[in-house]
């Protein structure tokens, strides 16, 4: 098997961090109001529900590179991905989508190489990540979102998806996208790899 099939890119938003709980912190502290994550998924439907002005300060709470430094990984994913990387010779790599990668990088790659180790990769991109998991020869994608993994899947790449509200239906649909609750149990869904 090629070295193309060693390497694991991972989303971070809503796949290694809860970002769902801080929309909810920041909804109650801007609002007042408790966010029901399974009715309101996306930030299109934040805006709907709060309007443009506390959206805009909502978003800029959650996604604050400021913020990172006060981020916790999932339960298990910093083990995970660390035995990922000493066990079994898989190399992580991620990649997020961010409006400002010049100002998100120089925050997030320092946290995620305290986390998760010191050799992990990081490519912030304002587009598309199928072409960077190109560019980087990964063998498959670990994220949230269903437009990701569908693209991801349909490109013959494995993909699996942290279950979230808005992509369990998703999930369920698609046999070639693997789901997990807890990252304890990527181990077991990971495709037949070189050892």
């Known amino acids: 098997m090629s070295k193309e099939r060693t ?56 996604l604050s590179p400021e913020a990172i430094r006060d981020r916790e990984p999932y339960p298990g994913a910093a083990e995970v991905l660390r035995h990922l990387q000493k066990e079994q010779n898989i190399n992580i790599h991620f990649v997020t989508r961010n409006y400002d990668p010049g100002t998100i990088k120089p925050r997030l790659e320092p946290w995620l190489k305290g986390h998760f180790g010191p050799d992990v990769g990081l490519t912030v991109t304002t587009g598309d990540k199928l072409p960077v998991l190109r560019e980087i020869h990964a063998f498959g994608l670990v994220d949230d979102l269903p437009d990701a993994l569908e693209r991801v899947a349909d490109a013959g790449l494995w993909a699996a998806a942290k279950i979230q509200p808005w992509n369990r239906e998703f999930v369920a649909k698609r046999p070639d996208v693997y789901g997990f609750s807890d990252w304890r149990e990527v181990p077991n869904l990971l495709p037949p790899l070189p050892n």
């Open 7 to 62: 390497l694991l890119a991972c989303d971070v938003d809503s796949t290694i961090w809860d970002t769902g709980a801080r929309v909810r912190e920041a909804v109650l502290e801007i609002t007042g109001e408790t966010l029901d994550l399974e009715s309101v998924t996306t930030w299109t439907r934040v805006l709907d529900a709060y309007g443009e002005e506390a959206t805009t300060e909502i978003f800029d709470r959650v």
